[in-house]
């Protein structure tokens, strides 16, 4: 029977298909799974969404009506998705717990390299033929403290890199990761890492406890000049407190892969719509902060695992097999 995939772009769509090929029929859609969307998977057994699928009750109650009976979510991060109600629906979920580390982790580098060092504002200059450097000095990083909330897989290869900067690390973690303290990691309260990193990237899930992780004492405690990376999830940061520092001139650099009221705008063309978001619409017009849509994952690597992860994970469940991707078992 056909499985239905939401929020497949055009060019993640050729992975899906060869990694379904022989195995299974596969029907992709570019739209995400909501409220709205979710009646066109009726009928459909199997569906497999996106990063920022609304799995929510009301969506899951749509679903299990037209007969979805499995949800093979093509992500690691699950906070969209309502387990307890899929458990009572007797919805299997399963996501993909490992991918590549290294392409979300070296796309931080990306933005923490890019705001330390003003490379967007350079080449909007170049291209205007503007060639000062009037702006656009940066730091050297080598020496410098790195910071890293979450030291997992992610947080891990961030921190490997940092150490081939040359940056003393700091880390903060429920668990010690050996890895991270064999690299001279050493673990600090929350506070005192924010006080001394130069450089802060986050690296934990999005759950009830971490919810605003960075609210706005956790801002305060941060240096003036710090560098500020969330390659995780935007509910992570309470962006309004954060628009409020910046405000103030804080500061070095902020990038941000994720924001947290970016369902429905991250993936999609909206430049031809009203702008609804203020707080996204006053983030982006700072000169120190870099917004990108949700795409530290997206590398042919990364996408290649997550789509022949996401096809296993449906072999599994096809067979009756239990795997570590696996978030709520077939009943
Ligand atoms: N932007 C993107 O494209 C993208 C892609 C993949 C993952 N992510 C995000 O990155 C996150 C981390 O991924 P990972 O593969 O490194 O996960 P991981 O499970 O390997 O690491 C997460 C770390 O967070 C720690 N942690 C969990 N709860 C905590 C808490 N309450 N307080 C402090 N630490 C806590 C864990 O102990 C673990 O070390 C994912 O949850 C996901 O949200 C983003």
């Not at 990108?292 to 994952?297: D, E, G, I, K, N």
Request: glycine residues 8%; negative net charge; contains cysteine.
């Amino acid at each position: 029977m056909e499985i239905l995939a939401f929020g497949v772009q055009a060019d993640e769509q050729p992975l899906i298909e060869q990694a379904f090929h022989g195995r299974e029929e596969i029907r992709c859609v570019d739209v995400f799974l909501n409220e709205d969307t979710a009646p066109i998977a009726a009928g459909h057994e199997i569906v497999s969404t996106s990063v920022n699928a609304d799995l929510g009750a009301d969506v899951l109650e749509i679903l299990a009506a037209g007969g979805t009976r499995m949800v093979a979510q093509r992500s690691t991060g699950f906070n969209n998705i309502d387990l307890a109600t899929a458990e009572r629906l007797g919805m299997t979920v399963a996501r993909v717990s490992y991918y590549s580390p290294y392409s979300v982790a070296e796309f931080a580098w990306a933005l923490a390299m890019a705001v330390n060092r003003r490379i967007v504002r350079a080449a909007n200059r170049t291209r205007d033929f503007d060639f000062r450097l009037q702006g656009l000095m940066g730091r050297d990083l080598h020496g410098r403290t790195a910071g890293v909330l979450g030291t997992g897989k992610i947080g891990e290869a961030f921190a490997r890199i940092a150490h081939g900067f040359g940056m003393r690390l700091l880390g903060w973690d429920v668990a010690e990761n050996p890895a991270c303290a064999e690299l001279g990691m050493r673990y600090v309260p929350k506070d005192e890492l924010l006080a001394q990193s130069d450089l802060i990237t986050l690296h934990v899930p999005l759950m009830a406890e971490t919810r605003h992780l960075i609210d706005a004492p956790a801002l305060k405690a941060m240096r003036d000049d710090a560098i500020l990376v969330n390659s995780s999830r935007g509910g992570l940061i309470d962006t309004v407190a954060l628009v409020g520092e910046l405000r103030a001139g804080r500061f070095a650099g902020v990038g941000l892969d994720v924001y947290e009221a970016e369902a429905g705008l991250f993936f999609l063309d909206k430049s031809l719509e009203p702008v609804e978001d203020d707080t996204l619409a006053r983030l982006v017009t700072f000169p120190n902060v870099l917004v990108t849509s949700h795409q530290a994952y997206y590398t042919r690597d990364a996408v290649g695992q997550i789509v022949d992860a996401t096809a296993r994970n449906v072999l599994d469940y096809r067979e009756g097999r239990r795997s570590e991707n696996v978030l709520v078992p077939r009943g």
